[in-house]
């Protein structure tokens, strides 16, 4: 059975980073690519990125570059998000969703979601 | 990259079929037939219904379905349950990446 547990909920002051974990676990975690999703309170969910953990590839959306980083490491079947700089906007559930390599978006399972709250 | 636009709202009554629509541009929705769409509630991970435009994934009921014309990509769900009260987001490629639209508050009357 395909799981991706992501984790724990995180705080964090403005200006600070964060890093979110995201564990593979029932398939071939280099079969298929991690995609990063967030949802902000009381907002529509914002595609932020993927990774392909094959080859540590990635794709960062627009509006996160300069500030996010996508890294995985095979031995352990774990792929992370790292944003940087954070500010009050960047609360927000996180989560990590896989899918096959290519230009489809089909997300077939996805983690719990990590709560970031950025707070002074 | 701007976010597609979604209705903010569609309600129907249990039974009914209702539509939603999920409107682009000829570099995103109008140029790829990769668009998806997914079901949200609350607390919940989303849920992929369509991808491709008109596939369904397995196990997803055949109530729902997609299609697009032109620069505009549609759900409908029919035999409206009250189980399908959510959010729902369409995606689409856009060349270079993936932009969500702003999504659909379905509620079931």
């Known amino acids: 059975q395909v799981h991706l547990v992501q984790s724990g909920a995180e705080v964090k002051k403005p200006g600070a980073s964060v890093k979110v974990s995201c564990k593979a676990s029932g398939y071939t975690f280099t079969d298929y690519f991690i995609h990063w999703v967030r949802q902000a309170p009381g907002q529509g969910l914002e595609w932020m990125g993927c990774i392909d953990p094959n080859n540590g590839g990635t794709n960062y959306a627009q509006n996160f570059r300069g500030r996010i980083t996508m890294s995985r490491d095979r031995s352990i079947n774990t792929a992370y998000m790292e944003l940087t700089s954070l500010i009050y906007d960047d609360t927000a559930v996180y989560y990590c969703?896989?899918?096959?390599?290519?230009?489809?978006?089909?997300?077939?399972?996805w983690g719990q979601g990590t709560l970031v709250t950025v707070s002074s | 990259q701007s976010a597609l636009t979604q209705p903010a709202s569609v309600s129907g009554s249990p039974g009914q079929s209702i539509a939603l629509s999920c409107t682009g541009t000829s570099s995103d929705v109008g140029g790829y037939n990769f668009v998806s769409w997914y079901q949200h509630h609350p607390g919940k991970a989303p849920k992929v219904m369509i991808y491709?435009?008109?596939n369904r994934p397995s196990g997803v009921s055949n109530r729902f379905s997609g299609s697009k014309s032109g620069n505009t990509a549609s759900l409908t769900i029919s035999g409206l349950q009250a189980e399908d009260e959510a959010d729902y987001y369409c995606?689409?490629?856009?060349?270079?990446?993936?932009?969500f639209g702003t999504g659909t508050k379905v509620t079931v009357l």
């Open positions: 995606t689409s490629y856009t060349g270079s990446s993936t932009v």
């Open positions: 491709d435009v008109t």
């Open positions: 969703a896989r899918d096959i390599p290519g230009y489809s978006s089909n997300y077939d399972s």
